[in-house]
């Protein structure tokens, strides 16, 4: 498991987390020669969206979207019962534009969603560390450049959210990531009062945005169930015998 995208083993270069000298390795396959054992390969967050729906608050979910903010903001779906990789890739929220003609991302867009609401923007405002626990420290201190970001970052997930809630209708969304708690439980509060949109129904059973409790082992306890979630999780592509595309591959050597 790694930050970034994999095509058939390999990652794909695209974002501010990805990591340029891994580009096009093929991690699944040397792994796999290395340790004379299958090898599985996945996205940290696609990861982290399975550990979260095994050991924390998407347990019982049919259908949520986490979003995780970190070096940049990632994310997944889990949509009735699976996580959902789309065509491959799927999953790359931190790259939903939320400020037209905004700052210009690594992915080559402008206006994405990390670019405002990542902890890597955070300490940008700061520009004195690229310590996290420089965030934590900030908090603390109440330092008026993290309150000021604090209200930037969830004025933009918010466009985020209702986006993801109009399109998917997730029964909750997951927040996330690999700051300090406190961080995030303040990110998480600016998010309880959202404006009205598909997720604003009277027969709501759990609020539209709650965090994350799986805690920093997340994406590890996805990794470690994927597998058991690969071989066990019932799935329809699987009854129809579907040929999956997905970035996960189970290489027997
Ligand atoms: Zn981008």
Redesign the pocket.
């Known amino acids: 498991v790694l930050p970034g995208l994999f095509e058939a083993g390999s990652l794909v270069r695209f974002?501010s987390s990805s990591v340029p000298q891994w580009s096009g390795f093929p991690l699944a396959d040397r792994l796999s020669q290395r340790l004379d054992l299958p090898v599985l390969t996945e996205n940290d967050a696609t990861a982290a969206v399975i550990g979260e729906a095994l050991y924390g608050t998407g347990r019982g979910l049919s259908d949520f979207v986490y979003i995780h903010v970190g070096t940049g903001v990632g994310g997944g779906m889990f949509l009735d019962g699976q996580p959902y990789r789309g065509s491959g890739k799927a999953g790359e929220i931190?790259?939903l534009v939320t400020e037209p003609d905004g700052r210009l991302?690594?992915?080559?867009?402008r206006g994405?969603l990390?670019?405002y609401a990542s902890l890597g923007s955070a300490l940008a405002c700061l520009a004195e560390s690229d310590d996290p626990a420089a965030l934590g420290q900030a908090l603390a201190d109440g330092d008026p450049r993290l309150a000021a970001w604090l209200d930037e970052a969830a004025a933009h997930l918010r466009r985020a959210v209702i986006a993801l809630e109009n399109i998917l209708d997730p029964q909750t969304v997951i927040l996330g990531g690999t700051g300090p708690e406190l961080l995030l439980d303040e990110l998480a509060a600016r998010l309880a009062d959202l404006p009205r949109g598909l997720g604003d129904r009277p027969s709501r059973q759990r609020p539209r945005v709650v965090r994350a409790t799986a805690g920093l082992d997340t994406p590890a306890l996805g990794a470690a169930s994927l597998p058991v979630f690969e071989g066990m999780a019932p799935s329809f592509a699987l009854l129809a015998k579907v040929p999956r595309a997905g970035p996960a591959r189970l290489r027997v050597a």
Not at 105 to 109: A, H, K, L, T
């Open positions: 974002g931190g790259h991302c690594p992915c080559g867009n994405c990390e670019r």
